[in-house]
């Protein structure tokens, strides 16, 4: 019996291996629908990336169709008293059709990733770093020092990192992700302080502007403010940018509800951004997400999403709804196949694409 | 949910591919030619603005029509600075289409999030690359007269830092059998372009596959804090022809038998 779960474990890591680790990106349903805030399973008290100590026996226990057997090896994700570690791993196939263009299929690894987390200072002191290794040469994605109060009620923390802004998506091409240029892949280099306390989680940001690839010193200041309750959550979210190509502030508000096996997410941004050579415009992007816990380890999720990028122009919004089943059959191994069908306007052909896709991602 | 999406997406009315009214400039696009204006309103502007636009276009990179060629051509990339992100007469080493191909170092293929660009539309933009990646279209072959057409760095162009080379797209192919080390000079003055007038060693060559372009490498990294001119001829009252015999032709910048390229400045280190 062992013998066959280690063989699926295997066969199912290498998979992965083969196919395209999708990253390990945050997911809030999951918090929505459990009531939790990010911190409850992640490191990084604004969500995504290493789980702590909650957060393994959550996806050990409580994710998948099936545990493991009791007398299985499990996984703490710490390698020593003071370094935790994980990784995340995702592959996919993606078929895509764009009018008046051939039929694209795609295999990629999306990414490997390896997260450590060390402390320095047990409880007070550490270094987190995520970093990605595949495909592609090894690029540093985060890589901060954290340091917290004794009641972990206030951190601060100085270095390169996501900052925070709505929901933490695992579909980093989101419309309200693109628009507001905040998801993880984009990280900044600052420092945020940060206020995690009964059902209040807070972050301000001070960095050098995520668009920022020039020696020219920037400014960014970002702020995000969530009141989580056991069956909802409100939050909002403000950012400003100052270059020399324009500024560009940023407003957007979230929310999540539970109503018995559905979890509903929603978010609306607005941008006003007067770098572009034509002038000033005002953009929007709002995304309605709908996830049915149809049973132990699967999950339906149905996403309608619309992006307006000028609200002086009439005529020219886009939209995308998709259709994800997920299921976790095992421990750490989650497969998600889906549909995305894009509309725009009729002259621009890749704005009325349609791409049908299988993921498979691993992660500790 | 379907019907109301669907009637929130716009009807086009009056928009160009890339969503903005006609009557502000825009254009109907048109059949894709390896052209630099064609590949701006074919692909840069429909497909790349919807990121790379505004104060927060990832990497800096601005693909919008005031600001795509200046800063693709000759411009290093964000991610690996040691590759050009358009590298005139070099498609494989420039780094728009490594990310385009989705063989870069650093970072997604591109477009981000989209399906890759058809292989034709990237042998399109590897054609536009080869033959020198110019700003306008050119007339190939017999009538057009040989000129420089563009240069990076351009003409009074005020740099952050020394350009590893500088590049020169021609309207002709260049007769190589006439190029030799007198060929093109290279010359730095004092910021304000006064004092004495010191011609560094450089290297200029055309590129296989580009025969309408010179590549001048100096022998050593150019300082910063300097003015530097690129002059054809000088003692030598040597030039550049083209391979039908063609001499190249001044820009009206003669000065005792030189004809000026660019001119461009260095800031200096901070």
Known sequence: MKRRWAALTLLALAGAGLMVPLAAFAEPYLAVQNGYKCVACHVNPTGGGLRNDFGVIFSENVLPVRTLPANFPTWSGKLTSFLRAGLDARASWTRTQVPHNPTQEQRQLEQLRLYADIALIPERLGIYLDEKIAPGKSQELEGYVRLNDASHGWYLKGGKFYLPFGFRLQDQTAFVRQLSGISMITPDTGVELGFERANWSAQLDYSNDIGNASAEARHQITGQLVWVQTAYRLGAAASATSTTDGNRRLGGVFAGLRTGPVAWLGELDLARDDGFADGARTMLAALGELNWALHRGQNLKLTAEIQDPDRAVPEDQFTRWSVVYEITPLPFVQLRAGFRRYRGIPQNDAENRQAMFVELHGYL | ?270
């Open chain 2, 1 to 270: 949910m379907l019907a109301w999406l669907s009637a929130c997406s716009g009807n086009g009315q009056g928009l160009d591919q890339g969503g903005r009214p006609l009557t502000s400039g825009g254009t109907a696009g048109g059949v894709l030619t390896a052209d630099f204006d064609s590949i701006q309103h074919n692909v840069f502007t429909p497909i790349c603005t919807t990121c790379h636009a505004g104060s927060n276009a990832p990497q800096g990179l601005h693909l919008d029509a005031a600001n795509s060629y200046s800063q693709l051509v000759g411009v290093p990339s964000a991610e690996v600075s040691a590759l050009l992100r358009v590298k005139p007469g070099d498609p494989a080493n420039s780094y728009i289409v490594q990310k385009l191909e989705g063989h870069a170092a650093v970072g997604a293929q591109m477009p981000f999030g989209g399906p890759p660009l058809p292989a034709a539309t990237i042998a399109v933009i590897r054609q536009w690359i080869s033959d020198g990646a110019l700003r306008s279209p050119v007339a190939s072959g017999i009538g057009t007269r040989f000129a420089a057409l563009s240069v990076v760095p351009a003409a009074g162009d005020f740099l952050e830092a020394p350009p590893a080379r500088i590049v020169i797209a021609f309207s002709q192919e260049l007769d190589q059998t006439q190029i030799d080390a007198t060929s093109v000079h290279l010359e730095a003055t004092q910021s304000d372009g006064r004092g004495s007038v010191d011609v560094l060693p450089a290297t200029a060559f055309v590129p296989i596959g580009n025969p309408r372009t010179l590549i001048v490498e100096p022998a050593a990294a150019l300082s910063a804090g300097r003015h530097y001119r690129v002059v054809v001829g000088g003692v030598t009252r040597s030039t550049l022809s083209s391979i039908g015999g063609d001499r190249l032709l001044s820009s009206g910048n003669d000065n005792d038998g030189t004809t000026l390229l660019t001119e461009f400045d260095v800031a200096a280190a901070p």
